[in-house]
């Protein structure tokens, strides 16, 4: 079944705590993103992972920091999370790079608040 | 640098009128265009995207015409359903080999009342 899963769903930290916000897909995806969305602003994108280890910035990645260990997983870490980063983070995947498909699978959103 | 311009942030129909939703973009290249739609509590999925071959794209009875000379790939639809309350992105991503990267615009929120 394609899916892309997030953990949590709901969080809630305090300013300055770290925060992990992790996402699985169970495609073998080569491509996985995160983007955040805010009213007004739509959905920006954070970072983008073409494979294991192969990173690179979006459009809006100060504050934040990702791993990609495995293809399967795709982790976004807040060192020190600032209260404007309260958001709903979206995790989502593609089947082929550099194709322009557009066809992104996106999982559930992970909606954090930052106190 | 390439983008998507969605002029609507709010639009409220009455059920059975048409719908259009404004998308117009900038690129270097000829880009792909797409749209998503986000029902309320729910992750987004893709729509429409669009043809090469000046083929219309149509489901769910929403279409969009690709036009290059005016820069623009406007949603429409010709009934409104209660059903159709969402929000709805314009996506922009280019050609192959040159990143799969796809920029959303800021998105449109269609409320259908009865």
């Known amino acids: 079944d394609m899916k892309v899963t997030q953990m949590p769903r709901y969080l809630i930290k305090r300013m300055g705590e770290n925060v992990l916000l992790e996402c699985g897909q169970d495609m073998s995806h080569e491509t996985m993103y995160w983007y955040r969305q805010d009213p007004g602003l739509g959905l920006q994108l954070i970072y983008i992972s073409y494979d294991v280890d192969s990173n690179s910035e979006g459009d809006i990645p100060k504050g934040y920091r990702v791993s990609r260990k495995k293809r399967e997983h795709f982790s976004l870490i807040l060192d020190s999370a600032k209260t404007n980063q309260t958001s709903v983070y979206f995790c989502a995947s593609s089947p082929r790079r550099d194709r322009g498909t557009g066809q992104l699978y996106f999982g559930e959103g992970s909606k954090l608040t930052v106190l | 640098g390439d983008s998507v311009t969605q002029t609507e942030g709010l639009v409220t129909l009455t059920e059975g009128l048409p719908v259009m939703l404004n998308c117009t973009y900038q690129s270097t290249y000829s880009p792909f265009l797409f749209w998503y739609v986000q029902h309320l509590n729910e992750a987004p999925k893709l729509l429409l995207k669009?043809?090469?071959?000046?083929k219309r794209p149509e489901h769910q009875g929403f279409h969009a015409t690709l036009h290059k000379s005016s820069s623009s790939f406007h949603l429409q639809k010709s009934s409104a359903q209660l059903s159709d309350s969402a929000l709805y992105y314009c996506a922009l991503t280019l050609p192959q080999g040159t990143g799969s990267k796809l920029s959303f615009g800021k998105g449109a929120k269609l409320t259908v009342s009865p």
């Open positions: 669009s043809f090469t071959d000046n």
